[in-house]
């Protein structure tokens, strides 16, 4: 017997790592909207350490190493942990994982956008009823505010460069004349790896700025300069507190505060905020989705 209903909004990480584990609980109808069927949304890798929370992304990871090191013009400093890897998973694939564990008759899929109409959300100009909302749309980025801001792609040589069995997750050595400016490199093989240049800024660079500082970085560091360039990446991704509230629903992911402003990592607190939610519902407790302490 169906006694409440859920409705979740987002074809994202948030929305469908919330659906898959709220999908099973009893005497609960699970709406999802998912939008329009006609957005481009390009993959790219997700990157995590290995915890209990996340074990199923784990299972599925394209990509796991033990060591990542952190390189600053006078120092190196190598880390490694066996127990908790440093892991990488495509989007998408993430998603079809979620997907594959939604064939449920008590999922409802609605392919048409939702909007904020008269501080309402609202379907096909109907105001989106029920007992739970959750609602994961991009949040709009607030002026003058630190970003951290990339820009890659995966880098093939013709010849052995990588050490494929250490990432680098922060390298310092690149111009710092814009803001804090890293590169971050996933060696996938010795030949292959995802290079992107990171920046922490209140302004996005261009294009070219992102790619020169790739180049200048591989040449000097790794004495490459011939490779080929494939899976283009970039993002922006907010570094405060985001303080949206709503009336009528629960705002979860980027858009609920899942971001780790110090960092910027989010998808670990995803699938924490994920895990908080499902229990609270499970066991009648109030919806609380706050998951980073601002102190």
Request: with cysteine; glycine share 4%; aromatic share 12%.
């Amino acid at each position: 017997m169906i006694n409440k209903e859920i409705n979740i909004i987002g074809d994202g990480c948030a929305a469908l790592s919330l659906a898959r584990l709220i999908r099973n609980l009893p005497n609960y109808k699970l709406n999802l909207f998912i939008g329009s069927k006609n957005k481009i949304n390009k993959d790219h890798f997700w990157g995590f350490w290995k915890v209990k929370i996340n074990k199923e992304a784990y299972n599925n990871a394209n990509h796991v190493w033990s060591k990542w090191s952190i390189n600053t013009d006078n120092s190196k400093h190598i880390l490694s942990s066996v127990k908790h890897p440093y892991c990488v998973i495509k989007r998408q694939k993430w998603l079809n994982v979620c997907r594959n564990q939604l064939e449920s008759k008590k999922i409802t899929v609605f392919e048409n956008d939702v909007f904020e109409k008269n501080n309402k959300l609202v379907f096909e100009n109907k105001k989106i009823k029920g007992d739970l909302i959750f609602d994961s749309r991009p949040p709009k980025l607030s002026n003058n505010v630190l970003l951290q801001h990339f820009e890659g792609f995966v880098v093939t040589s013709k010849k052995d460069v990588f050490d494929e069995k250490l990432v680098i997750l922060m390298d310092f050595r690149c111009d710092q004349s814009r803001g804090m400016h890293f590169i971050y490199l996933l060696p996938f093989s010795k030949r292959k790896a995802l290079v992107e240049s990171t920046m922490f800024s209140k302004t996005v660079e261009n294009k070219e700025f992102y790619s020169t500082e790739i180049s200048k970085y591989l040449k000097k560091y790794f004495n490459l300069t011939e490779f080929t360039k494939s899976d283009h990446e970039k993002g922006i991704i907010p570094m405060h507190y985001i303080s949206d509230v709503s009336k009528d629903s629960y705002n979860i992911g980027t858009r609920g505060g899942a971001v780790r402003p110090s960092s910027g990592y989010a998808f670990t607190f995803i699938q924490k905020q994920a895990f908080q939610i499902m229990s609270q519902i499970n066991n009648g407790k109030k919806i609380n989705t706050k998951i980073h302490k601002k102190n």
